[in-house]
């Protein structure tokens, strides 16, 4: 996929996402009129403003600096309060993890390929029964220390989320 598609692809998600209109972490996320947190430097809108409006936003409940959902458990480096925490922190690796999922500290969320990036193979099933972490074989799907993200939002997936969050990774995560 070229990355003019994927720019187009970032505009309609972005539409499709503001046609639902409810903010569910309304401190961040959301400028002053409401509307998602795109960059306000007259850049266009991006890939990752638009995967964030339509789904990663409400990974925050959780992972964010004193988020409500957060507990003793929860990964600790990712913040997806905006557009530009998420972006920043996707670069880094994660810490925090405890028991089974302890494996995973120091691994990357963001590989090479989505194949290798810890943050797809949390919301996408099929990559999570066979991914495994690249310099850290036990963070891997089969011992479950890689776990489920999809099924903690309570939101459901956008069908074109995964695809665009793949292509995203595959064009160097711009
Ligand atoms: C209800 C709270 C909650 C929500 C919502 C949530 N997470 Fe998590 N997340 C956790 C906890 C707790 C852990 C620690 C691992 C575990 O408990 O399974 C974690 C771990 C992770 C990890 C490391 C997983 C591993 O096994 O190495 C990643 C990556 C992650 N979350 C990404 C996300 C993304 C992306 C979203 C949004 C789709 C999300 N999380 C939504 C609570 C949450």
């Not at 994927?6 to 009129?33: E, I, K, P, R, Y």
């Not at 959902?69 to 405890?98: C, M, N, P």
């Not at 972490?133 to 989320?161: I, K, L, Q």
Request: charged share 15%.
């Amino acid at each position: 996929m070229t990355f003019r598609t994927l720019t187009v692809l970032a505009t309609v998600l972005l539409m499709a996402s503001l046609g639902v209109g409810c903010f569910d972490f309304g401190d961040s996320g959301t400028d002053a009129q409401g509307g998602l947190d795109v960059p306000q430097d007259g850049s266009a809108v991006t890939v990752l403003a638009a995967l964030h409006g339509a789904y990663l936003r409400h990974c925050a409940r959780c992972h964010a600096p004193g988020a409500p959902g957060a507990t003793s458990e929860t990964e600790k480096s990712l913040d997806f309060s905006t557009v530009e925490t998420t972006r920043r922190t996707l670069r880094g690796k994660a810490t925090g993890l405890v028991g089974n999922q302890q494996a995973c500290n120091g691994a990357s969320f963001l590989g090479a390929t989505w194949r290798e990036s810890l943050l797809v193979a949390v919301l996408d099933e099929d990559l999570r029964r066979t991914f495994m972490a690249p310099g850290y074989p036990e963070c891997n799907g089969a011992t479950g220390a890689v776990s489920a993200m999809e099924t903690r939002v309570g939101v459901s997936m956008p069908a074109t989320f995964l695809p665009d969050l793949r292509a995203w990774i595959d064009a160097g995560a711009p």
